[in-house]
């Protein structure tokens, strides 16, 4: 079965950190770009980072920069994003999904894990 499963979600406080994995089945993980994106209480979806299939980062959004990193191991089929630094403004959903080499468009998402930063 073709599916993307985020876990490491959780309450922490603001300055703490969180890693966010991202587990593939069912599919060739190494074909697709990786995107991790969020959306927070009555915002849009955003697309926060990305990572290329040769492991480099291709996107890093202005409000994350410096804070949050995104990896993956093509091995065991995962996706990671780690978050440091983290502000009551990260809260939210956050999303894992497969893409295109370009991040765009998106092809395959996860279901989402709730990320909550107490002030």
């Known amino acids: 079965e073709v599916q993307l499963v985020e876990s490491g979600g959780g309450l922490v406080q603001a300055g703490g950190s969180l890693r966010l994995s991202c587990a593939a089945s069912?599919?060739?993980?190494?074909?697709?770009?990786v995107g991790w994106f969020r959306q927070a209480p009555g915002k849009e979806r955003e697309a926060i980072l990305c990572?290329?299939?040769?492991?480099?980062?291709?996107y890093i959004a202005d409000s994350v920069k410096g804070r949050f990193t995104i990896s993956r191991d093509n091995a065991k089929k995962s996706g990671y994003l780690q978050m440091n630094s983290l502000k009551p403004e990260d809260t939210g959903i956050y999303y894992c999904?497969?893409?295109?080499?370009?991040?765009?468009?998106?092809?395959?998402w996860g279901q989402g894990t709730q990320v909550t930063v107490s002030s």
């Open positions: 999904a497969t893409a295109v080499a370009s991040c765009d468009p998106v092809l395959r």
């Open positions: 069912g599919f060739t993980f190494d074909d697709y770009a």
């Open positions: 990572i290329t299939t040769t492991d480099s980062s291709a």
